[in-house]
T-cell receptor, first 114, second 114 residues
Framework: GAGVSQSPSNKVTEKGKDVELRCDPI?????LYWYRQRLGQGLEFLIY????????KSGLPSDRFSAERTGESVSTLTIQRTQQEDSAVYLC????????????FGEGSRLTVL | AQSVTQLGSHVSVSEGALVLLRCNYS??????LFWYVQYPNQGLQLLLK??????LVKGINGFEAEFKKSETSFHLTKPSAHMSDAAEYFC????????????FGGGTRLMVKP
């Protein structure tokens, strides 16, 4: 497809389990972002990848959260030992350059931790 | 510290009425400012952006926003609401010292009544 693709679209898991969320950015986009959106709240920055540079991890809320990106392609966000407060929609976005202001967002992965 | 504040999590207007969605930012240096829109079951998309050129910025679907430094505001307006404008709107800011990160407001859900 032409847009940012995220999977799964919905994930229900039990507290304490690990989850992996996947993002497939638009081909050719060098920058990739992960955001989290809790119910009724704005988007919370998690992590940013730009090419082969070291990722900006300043938004990751705890060491249970990690993300990887292979070159300029797919990224995986991993949450270990999930907690109920991790329940949110996880949004991935990509862009052409390091910053143009225009981020192209996927539809998100809705995570529910029981 | 809150960098961008959207006043009103829900706004309801009648079809044909003026739309005004408020956004204020906190920065001593004018940042880059953006409005994104999220239609139901879709990813966020860029509506318009201010990057220190003209203070009145026109976007898609008849929306525009005016940067007012004295009021630290970037309110979004549309003269006449259409049913298809019903969506969630997010104001975002890139601070000059924030690398490549966009900080989003809490969002405003616009409802349009027939």
């Amino acid at each position: 497809g032409a847009g940012v693709s995220q999977s799964p679209s919905n994930k229900v898991t039990e507290k304490g389990k690990d989850v992996e969320l996947r993002c497939d950015p638009i081909s050719g986009h060098t920058a990739l972002y992960w955001y989290r959106q809790r119910l009724g709240q704005g988007l919370e920055f998690l992590i940013y990848f730009q090419g082969n540079s070291a990722p900006d991890k300043s938004g990751l809320p705890s060491d249970r959260f990690s993300a990887e990106r292979t070159g300029e392609s797919v990224s995986t966000l991993t949450i270990q030992r999930t907690q109920q407060e991790d329940s949110a929609v996880y949004l991935c976005a990509s862009s052409l350059e390091s910053f143009t202001g225009e981020l192209f967002f996927g539809e998100g992965s809705r995570l529910t931790v029981l | 510290a809150q960098s961008v504040t959207q006043l009103g999590s829900h706004v309801s207007v009648s079809e044909g009425a003026l739309v005004l969605l408020r956004c204020n930012y906190s920065s001593s240096v004018p940042p880059y400012l953006f409005w994104y829109v999220q239609y139901p079951n879709q990813g966020l998309q860029l509506l318009l952006k201010y990057t220190s050129a003209a203070t009145l910025v026109k976007g898609i679907n008849g929306f525009e926003a005016e940067f007012k430094k004295s009021e630290t505001s970037f309110h979004l307006t549309k003269p006449s609401a259409h049913m298809s404008d019903a969506a969630e709107y997010f104001c975002a800011v890139k601070l000059n010292n924030a690398g490549n990160m966009l900080t989003f407001g809490g969002g405003t859900r616009l409802m349009v009544k027939p």
